[in-house]
């Protein structure tokens, strides 16, 4: 167990719909990392925020939102979805705010848009 | 363009024997790399890294060789066993400002019996 929660672990919706998919750091962890892996590709770095505020951004659409609470808790939000959305949905968490230091992954959500 | 990459998105080996997984970078300026294990069902699991100053490091029966020359790195996996099988990534930090891990495809090892 990697101490990163992630809820839900399944996630079955309409295309068009919107969804909200939720991440708990490690204890301590300031740092939350969100990854899409789908079957076609590799993991693929969406967003990441430190300490309540957006660090680093990567190839995420314009469809896809993220924050993280006081309490460092992250959601990550998707709108009109699209089949092509489907896909696992990693948060990742670390102590600092550089990704030069080990990240701990969640279990993920497997996302399904049919 | 920049990428990461693997060489062998299959690698089978025979429980007990050496396994070496390879991955090609092309971004000269990236100083900290990791290999991840991902099972199946699984998130990826932090097994080794290794920053661009160092050429070897050793873990539990895993060690990460890294070549700068040619921008090659390696996980080796010493005795593999049954519970070795999955899917391995390995992941680079560029430098210069951008703040995120860039992950390979992925090479899935099988270990046989």
């Known amino acids: 167990d990697s101490g990163v929660t992630q809820t839900p672990k399944h996630l079955i919706t309409a295309t068009g719909q919107r969804v909200t998919l939720r991440c708990s750091p490690r204890?301590?962890?300031?740092?939350v990392y969100w990854y899409q892996q789908s079957l076609d590709q590799g993991l693929q770095f969406l967003i990441q925020y430190y300490n309540g505020e957006e660090r680093a951004k990567g190839n995420i659409l314009e469809r896809f939102s993220a924050q993280q609470f006081p309490d460092l808790h992250s959601e990550l939000n998707l709108s009109s979805l699209e089949l092509g959305d489907s896909a696992l949905y990693f948060c990742a968490s670390s102590v600092q705010g550089s990704t030069n230091t080990e990240a701990f992954f969640g279990q993920g959500t497997r996302l399904t848009v049919v | 363009g920049e990428s990461v990459g693997l060489h062998l998105p299959t690698l089978s080996v025979q429980e007990g024997d050496n396994s070496i997984i390879n991955c090609a970078y092309s971004n000269s300026a990236s100083d900290y790399f990791i290999w991840y294990k991902q099972e199946s069902g699984k998130g990826p699991q932090f097994i080794i890294d290794?920053?661009?100053?160092?050429d070897k490091r050793q873990g539990q029966r895993v060690t990460v060789l890294l070549n700068k020359t040619v921008k090659h790195l390696s996980l080796q996996i010493a005795a593999t066993q049954p519970g070795d099988s999955a899917v391995y990534f390995c992941a680079e930090n560029r430098a210069g400002g951008e703040n995120k891990l860039t992950f390979g495809t992925g090479t899935q090892l099988k270990v046989e019996l």
């Open positions: 204890s301590g962890d300031l740092s």
């Open positions: 290794i920053r661009s100053n160092m």
